[in-house]
């Protein structure tokens, strides 16, 4: 019986063979990802009497959640990481004006096919999109493994979903996993690794497979993959990642799998998570006409630079509705200077956005935050109750496009009546 | 108008941002008036009484002009504040919320920390009892206390609305 | 009479006033930020109640958040919104700008009128040739909402004189903070000062801009720069063209003048606790910094960030600093796009926010923990304004800011090399 890619990803990384889903296994990750959070696992090392770290190279920290500190405490936080990791020697260290720790990461050449790698943020599943094994853990597992090396970890069943293009018009990788996400449930992937396959997966850029992969957490995978082919080696080379550092793991043709789940590209429209779960998904057509008082263009799921230039091309020569809010908070400081360059961000600053800072922004619920009453259409990845300020606050998912188009009339709006 | 108790005494400059730190600018004022004035002397918020008098140097209640410190120290019960010079936003606002207020140079050089004084403002009259040390100033124009008298400018308006309604004065 | 005289008897409906009068006259712009709207509101609200007499004559601006990061603030800020729309007054949501940037912007700000605030720095204004002054919120709510009227009493005018040619890479920012030192904290209080003198005729309205800003340090009043071709010109860029009034002073009134030879003035730095407390940068230079900001009242000009990327030109922020860059309006924003400044100072490692009063008290950025330090633009430097009351907040030029942002420590940009 031939092995799926989780299988492969974690022989590797533990040196044992022929593994098979339920196994317990010690995997020796290749990265270990914390965000502002690290403070947490420095205050649990300086409790442990300092221990010497297993391989300091593998640490990377990101101070992505709340940046920059919106008060004394967090800025206390963010000292104590900055002086660890000079202290400790953590060279892939990125303070507050670097962007959204997977992004950063991604486009920085350091996650790279076939490495296991585990980060204090659940939507670390997104390093699937360059064929990585990516997995959110706690930060007393981060901590044990700047320690140990290595964490234990259960081999998972395998999903496999195929994906047909090309898609309709102004829908996008992100409507694709809202259907998905409510076609199968928000546990309907727990515990399983998640392969994309399938004629529109293989057209897709670097940065929808990213979204993808993203949005596979809110189904409950484990993590996600996307088989790495030219596309994936062209953004590793221009990261800067060298050909001879990584080895690409592709699943077995006879591999097995728990499930298949297959999305029809060409029939799809734009979809909406509405409140307040995820996967309570519906065709934007339903809730066409829903009042927002702010849009909020940002997140690891949809910040990226291909999702500002499509709400830019939805947001040319338009404006915002008066009493609405548009914040973009792009999600990296490289997107920023290429949005800023080819006049991305003229285009969304003509159109009455406010542009933020690059970061998690208002979606780790710094920034955007909502009162009472109000409602947000959101890029990001979740719509549970009160994470964006007031528990009697609303938030709608769904794409960048839908989001200018909601942007753009006030209501929540098809993109495909705003693309020319 | 008069005040008359135990000296608490600060130094220039004194800006309304350390009067009530602005985090608490938001909270309500029975949380404010625990943290007025923390930062210079701990002491003060918890063991201020009625009557006190906050005795400061020159420029008191510089910086913003919110006129929630002063609100917040005519909650903690002071009868007064004497101070050489006062920021010009602080002194309007003291006599728009009902705060007692004497300028009074060289005041600083006449207490100590813990003397007790008396204050009368409509009569300009200053007297440290603990020194016997007495100085008296021209009292504050006749507009700012009739509104001290109101109890605010806010009360006097509604007790003279002809003032500000009709034709101007 | 001079100009704020002429002012305070029009909108008085009296022929003349004298110094010490107090008059009660008629405003013409209310501006209230968001925390300030806020809690005027509520007194308002609470304590006066009935309609807002002329809602034209108020603006709202939402500057202290340009994305709130609780729930506390949005809900403050959505009661504020609420309140715009039930009384129609003017709201500038968040995002676009600094108060007094935003209003200026808006052509909200007329010259020969008069202007209140809460917020302190509202004599800025007098660089139009408005009488602007910040008031309470008992003032705003009491009279200013419900009659469109406040009480003043006439200041003392005093004027000052700056002649000469500050030295090269001086910019009108180290002046002005250097004026601070030498006229010192609470020199003018209560005063109506003048700024005048050839010096101040040469510069540019956002240079002059700086000086009227400045006047809350000295205690004073309020503050003004009679209007001249410059003012003339900047005012009918702004949106509704030129106005219709000006005042001007009638010459020969007797006040005090201070005169000041700015030939002497190198770059400053204000030091904490306080603005007055002033050292030539050369006297600092070395102390380190983690942070540098462009943005605030004084900063976030068009000025700043050009003088930045003159500086940041063929250089890197230094690794261990944050340099945030806070454009004081969408104006400024959009102009630095289009002179590429935006680019060229992200790509140096600067971070751009938005339109808004940046760090100013930190309520959406800014904070810092204890033991750290930023340099500035920023107006105020007092302890515990930025987080920690052991975190130090220096007050400088942009490319001194710019400079210090280089090498992690307090420069001269003078000698940078």
């Known amino acids: 019986m031939g092995r799926t890619f989780a299988q492969k990803a974690l022989e590797r990384a533990s040196g044992e063979k022929d593994l098979v889903p339920g196994q317990i296994v010690d995997a020796f990750p290749d990265l270990y990802m914390s965000h502002t959070a690290s403070w947490r696992c420095i205050r649990t090392l300086e409790r442990m009497g300092w221990p010497d770290l297993y391989d300091v190279d593998r640490i990377a920290m990101v101070m992505d959640h709340i940046a920059p500190a919106d008060n004394a405490k967090t800025a206390g936080y963010h000292a104590l990481c900055r002086d660890f990791a000079q202290r400790s020697g953590v060279t892939k260290f990125f303070d507050v004006n670097a962007g959204i720790a997977h992004v950063v990461l991604m486009e920085r050449g350091l996650v790279k096919p076939g490495e296991v790698i585990i980060g204090t943020d659940s939507h670390s599943t997104i390093y699937g999109a360059l064929g990585a094994f990516g997995t959110g853990v706690g930060f007393s597992e981060i901590t044990a493994t700047w320690v140990t090396g290595k964490l234990w970890m259960k081999v998972p069943e395998s999903i496999r979903v195929e994906v047909d293009g090309p898609l309709a018009r102004g829908t996008y990788a992100k409507d694709v996993m809202l259907r998905l996400i409510g076609d199968i449930g928000a546990d309907g992937a727990t515990y399983c690794s998640v392969e994309f396959h399938g004629s529109y997966v293989e057209a897709m850029s670097v940065s929808e497979r990213m979204t993808l992969c993203n949005l596979a957490m809110e189904m409950g995978a484990k993590n996600a993959f996307v088989p790495p082919d030219a596309t994936t080696l062209a953004h590793l080379d221009e990261a800067g990642a060298d050909r001879g550092s990584y080895e690409v793991l592709l699943p077995d043709p006879d591999a097995e799998y728990r499930q298949v789940e297959r999305v029809d590209g060409r029939s799809l429209v734009a979809q909406v998570a509405v409140p307040h779960t995820v996967d309570n998904v519906v065709p934007v057509t339903e809730v066409a006409g829903t009042k927002v008082d702010q849009v909020f263009i940002g997140s690891c799921a949809n910040a990226k630079y291909d999702d500002l230039a499509i709400a830019a091309d939805v947001l040319a020569g338009r404006t915002v509705a008066p009493g609405v809010r548009l914040i973009v908070t792009p999600a990296s400081s490289r997107i920023m200077a290429k949005a800023a360059s080819d006049g991305i961000v003229s285009t969304l600053l003509a159109a009455g956005a406010t542009i933020t800072n690059p970061g998690c922004g208002a979606c780790a619920g710094v920034g955007g935050a909502m009162a009472d009453g109000e409602v947000t259409f959101s890029t990001a990845n979740r719509n549970f109750q009160g994470r964006m300020g007031s528990y009697h606050s609303s938030i709608y998912l769904g794409s960048p496009a839908t989001a200018a188009a909601t942007a753009v009339r006030g209501v929540i709006s098809d993109p495909q009546e705003l693309l020319a | 108008m008069r005040a008359r108790g135990r000296c608490w005494t600060f130094g220039d400059n004194i800006p309304t941002d350390r009067l009530v730190k602005t985090k608490y600018v938001v909270e309500p004022m029975e949380v404010i008036v625990q943290h007025v004035l923390e930062d210079l002397n701990p002491r003060f918020p918890v063991e201020v009484a009625a009557g006190d008098v906050v005795v400061a140097g020159k420029h008191f209640g510089q910086s913003s002009g919110r006129a929630i410190a002063v609100k917040a120290l005519r909650a903690t019960g002071i009868g007064c504040v004497v101070a050489e010079t006062f920021a010009r936003t602080f002194y309007r606002n003291a006599f728009e919320v009902g705060l007692p207020v004497l300028e009074l140079p060289g005041v600083t050089d006449l207490v100590s920390d813990g003397d007790v004084l008396s204050v009368d403002v409509a009569a300009g009259l200053f007297r440290n009892e603990t020194t016997g040390v007495q100085r008296e100033v021209p009292p504050a124009d006749a507009f700012l206390l009739d509104m001290l008298e109101a109890g605010g400018l806010i009360a006097l308006a509604k007790a003279r609305p002809e003032l500000f309604a009709d034709q101007v004065r | ?417």
């Not at chain 3, 007499?53 to 949005?74: I, L, N, W």
């Open chain 3, 1 to 417: 009479m001079n100009m704020v005289e002429k002012i305070l008897a029009r909108a008085s409906g009296r022929r003349s006033v004298e110094p010490g009068d107090v008059v009660i006259a008629e405003v013409d712009l209310l501006i209230m930020h968001d925390l300030s709207g806020y809690l005027t509101s509520r007194v308002f609200d609470q304590q006066v109640g009935g309609q807002v007499r002329y809602p034209e004559r108020v603006a709202m601006v939402f500057d202290h958040h340009f994305s709130p990061p609780t729930e506390d603030a949005a809900a403050m800020l959505e009661a504020n919104r609420e309140w715009a729309r039930r009384t129609g007054t003017h709201l500038l949501d968040c995002g676009n700008g600094n108060i007094h940037h935003a209003v200026v912007q808006r052509g909200l700000v007329r010259p020969g009128g008069i202007v209140v605030g809460s917020d302190s720095h509202t004599p800025v204004h007098g660089a139009l040739g408005a009488l602007a002054v910040a008031l309470g919120n008992d003032s705003h709510a009491g009279t200013v909402l419900p009659y469109g009227k406040a009480w003043f009493r006439v200041p003392e005018t005093v004027r000052v004189e700056l002649v000469g040619t500050p030295q090269p890479g001086t910019t009108a920012r180290d002046v002005a903070l250097w004026l601070v030192g030498r006229i010192g904290e609470g020199g003018l209080i209560y005063a109506a000062v003048e700024f005048t003198g050839p010096y101040v005729k040469e510069l540019g309205f956002w240079d002059r801009w700086l000086f009227p800003l400045l006047c809350v340090d000295l205690g004073a009043k309020c503050s003004f720069v009679e209007p001249d071709e410059v003012t003339e010109e900047f005012v009918a860029g702004l949106p509704p063209g030129a106005p219709d009034r000006y005042e001007r002073g009638d010459g020969g009134d007797e006040s005090t003048v201070l005169r000041f030879d700015v030939g002497e003035v190198v770059p400053q730095v204000a030091c904490p606790p306080t603005v007055g407390n002033l050292a030539d940068v050369p006297d600092v230079a070395g102390r380190p910094v983690q942070w540098a900001e462009l943005g605030g009242h004084a900063g976030g000009r068009l000025e700043d960030f050009r003088a930045a990327a003159a500086v940041l030109r063929g250089r890197r922020v230094h690794p261990d600093v944050r340099f945030n860059l806070v454009p004081s309006s969408r104006v400024v924003f959009t102009q630095a796009l289009q002179e590429g400044l935006v680019l060229a100072l992200h790509e140096a490692g600067a971070t751009w926010f938005p339109p808004s009063t940046g760090s100013n008290q930190a309520y959406n950025m800014g904070a810092m923990a204890a033991g750290e330090a930023m340099i500035s633009t920023h107006a105020r430097n007092f302890p515990g304004r930025n987080g920690s009351p052991d975190a130090s907040m220096y007050l400088a030029a942009a490319p001194t800011v710019a400079a210090s942002a280089v090498t992690g420590t307090i420069t001269d940009a003078r000698g940078l090399r």
